[in-house]
């Protein structure tokens, strides 16, 4: 059984809205806990989205996850954002990062949700956590819709690109790297690079038979776009979005991007469903 500690409740009223925010932490079988806010609107939800972080991001996304949960909310679905092992709040060391170990993070989670709430999922994955969201939704009858922000399926060019050739293949022989970002300086154990051969998003994206979303920028400097068109063209009920000028973190372009995954979602889940619009 899943254990979940409530540490901080917050409430917050407008003369148009309440918004609730709980910050809980989910505890796996091993004792390590993960950090996740739950944001709800004022009525009762329809649907929640999961949001599964980027390779060294966090569940807040540096301040944007709010606005866009309350624009979630207005249309009836609640949110739950979380840190992955090792990033954030959450427990873990992130040298120790793989996608088989975020896999099993949003696995936990999608257990909470579902224990909690009862409701259909919607999985949201921004960069690394849209390759864990592929890994994930096939397999769960949760799930309901995905969508794929600056996402990546090619795993090994990807991380290649990202690395650099001389630290990727020292991964490949079994060293520890330090990695210098704009958080500072970091190692990187090499089971990251040897857990990629473990699976094989390309078939994964084939069996997922539901609407999904693969938003990507024109000039990301990161994952190549060529990704995007990958799952949209890969899966049975694709939808691309490419913003021509925008790059990885959607720097300029955050509120066209929301725009286009709001829209989508009133047109693809919500209309289907009969939800809230």
């Known amino acids: 059984m899943n254990q979940m500690k409530k540490i901080r409740r917050e409430s917050r009223f407008s003369s148009r809205e309440k918004f609730m925010q709980d910050k809980v932490f989910i505890t796996d079988q091993s004792g390590d806990k993960l950090a996740a806010w739950i944001l709800l ?6 649907y929640i989205m999961a949001i599964c972080h980027g390779f060294r991001g966090a ?13 979630l909310n207005s249309l009836g679905i609640g949110v739950v954002a979380f840190d992955c092992r090792g990033s954030g709040e959450s427990d873990g060391d ?33 960069s690394f956590g849209g390759s864990t969201v592929a890994a994930v939704a096939p397999y769960d009858a949760i799930v309901a819709g995905c969508i794929f922000w600056s996402a990546p399926v090619d795993l090994a060019g990807t991380f290649k690109h990202m690395l650099g050739d001389d630290a990727y293949y020292r991964l490949l ?18 089971d990251i690079v040897r857990d990629f051969e473990r699976h094989d998003l390309l078939s994964c994206l084939k069996t997922l038979d539901m609407p999904v979303l693969a938003i990507h920028g024109g000039q990301d400097e990161v994952v190549n776009p060529d990704n995007a068109r990958t799952i949209a063209g890969t899966v049975k009920h694709g939808t691309l979005e490419l913003v021509a000028e925008a790059d990885h973190r959607f720097t300029e372009f955050t509120r066209e991007r929301e725009n286009l995954t709001l829209a989508w979602i009133k047109a693809q889940i919500l209309d289907y469903s009969g939800g809230s619009t």
């Open 94 to 126: 992130f040298a120790r990062v793989t996608l088989s170990r975020q896999v099993a993070d949003l696995k936990l989670v999608l257990a909470y949700v579902r224990e909690r709430f009862r409701l259909p999922v919607l999985l949201l994955g921004r």
């Open 41 to 46: 609107g004022k009525s009762e939800p329809v």
């Open 173 to 190: 022989k079994g060293e520890t790297i330090n990695i210098i970002d704009q958080n500072g300086e970091f190692p990187l154990q090499p």
């Open 59 to 71: 569940k807040e996304n540096s301040g944007k996850l709010i606005p866009f949960a309350r624009r």
